[in-house]
């Protein structure tokens, strides 16, 4: 079992930048595809980024592409999620997400995860 706990959260002004960290703890994230997705009160969690676990492929929601980066570094055990270019509409809680998978793939829906942090908060103010 993985247990993530994400940080780097917080607030900040739109057209401003923040790094989100997932750092993994119980088993290395090395055979684990990874995501973020984010969520706001009354709405469906949301796909934001995706990684596959050799870092071969990457995928991201139409809404953040060209602003954010998703990254990986599996010597560490912790993949990142660097916004930049915020804007108010970013404004959630995001979550990071592991499935553990031999298969060089992306998982960009939600039910394809089966281990999830708790959530760290992002606002942007306009």
């Known amino acids: 079992q993985v247990q993530l706990v994400e940080s780097g959260g917080g607030l900040v002004q739109a057209g401003g930048s923040l790094r989100l960290s997932c750092a993994a703890s119980g088993r290395t994230l090395s055979t684990y595809a990874m995501g973020w997705f984010r969520q706001t009160p009354g709405k469906e969690r949301e796909f934001v980024a995706a990684i596959s676990w050799t870092s071969s492929s990457v995928a991201y929601a139409d809404s953040v592409k060209g602003r954010f980066t998703i990254s990986r570094d599996n010597a560490k055990n912790t993949v990142n999620l660097q916004m930049n270019s915020l804007k108010p509409e970013d404004t959630a809680v995001y979550y990071c997400?592991?499935?553990?998978?031999?298969?060089?793939?992306?998982?960009?829906?939600?039910?394809?995860?089966?281990?999830w942090g708790q959530g760290t908060q992002v606002t942007v103010s306009s």
């Open positions: 997400a592991a499935e553990r998978t031999r298969r060089m793939v992306v998982l960009t829906r939600a039910n394809e995860y089966d281990y």
